[in-house]
């Protein structure tokens, strides 16, 4: 009569066993935080830091993005974003090809690779003030 099942479970027991099967369905917010923790501005700063611009600039989804930001800037005809989606990939491309080229200012002229730095980004200012302001539609 007076005899203990010491394999039976207390009530609290039951309900904390219970809490532990209902919080396998929910949300870990532990884990979102964990992933959030790796947006933070010094170490996304330090990223951007360490990469290479070249090799960004090659890189597929690189292109596949500013090709496609172009895309629906035209179709959506939202012309201040495609002007600096351009003019910015534009400027990006101007650069890493002066670079690689190698410029110097040692024979008194400027260099031909500085020569296509200067026209292309005068090209590029001019293309983008007539499409911002004078080209209407």
Do not use: C
């Not at 919080?23 to 990469?51: C, D, P, W």
């Not at 179709?75 to 400027?91: A, D, E, H, K, N």
Request: charged share 15%; aromatic share 10%; no cysteine.
């Amino acid at each position: 009569m007076g005899q203990t099942n010491e394999f039976a479970a207390s009530p609290l027991e039951v309900r904390q066993a219970a809490n532990k099967e209902n919080r396998k369905g929910t949300m870990n917010f532990s884990a979102v935080t964990e992933f959030l923790k790796q947006f933070e501005t010094t170490k996304v700063m330090t990223y951007i830091q360490a990469m290479d611009l070249t090799e960004v600039m090659k890189h597929p989804y690189f292109l596949t993005g500013v090709a496609v930001t172009a895309v629906i800037a035209l179709l959506m005809r939202w012309r201040l974003l495609l002007v600096t989606v351009m003019s910015i990939t534009g400027f990006i491309y101007l650069l890493s090809y002066t670079v690689s080229q190698g410029t110097s200012l040692e024979k008194g002229l400027p260099a031909e690779s500085l020569g296509v730095l200067i026209g292309g980004g005068a090209f590029i200012v001019f293309l983008a003030i007539y499409l911002l302001f004078i080209r209407s539609d």
